[in-house]
């Protein structure tokens, strides 16, 4: 995975900007419900436009049952999302 190669084993914060997204390829549902989407996340902001807030959501509730190892949270703007990041202190 491209994100793993530069990261080089470093965690690091995400911003999924996840607006104007209709539907997500089998591959992608199959790759996000494993372990190794995740490696090397400290912390997930999800920044959704109303189109996709229920699918942000879902995405959400499912880290949530899984006990994701990092703070996860849903945006309406990337603004808010950095802001909430900063607050984070990495």
Known sequence: MMRE??????RAPI???ANNVVDAA????DFLSTGRALKGVSA???VADTDV???AKTFLI???QK???FPTELFA???AAHRWLDKLKF
């Open 15 to 17: 911003v999924v900007m």
């Open 53 to 55: 807030n229920i699918i």
């Open 62 to 64: 499912i880290l949530n």
């Open 67 to 69: 006990k994701a190892p």
């Open 77 to 79: 703007d990337k603004y």
């Open 44 to 46: 997930l902001a999800i």
């Open 5 to 10: 190669k530069l990261m080089k084993g470093i």
């Open 26 to 29: 089998p591959d992608a549902n």
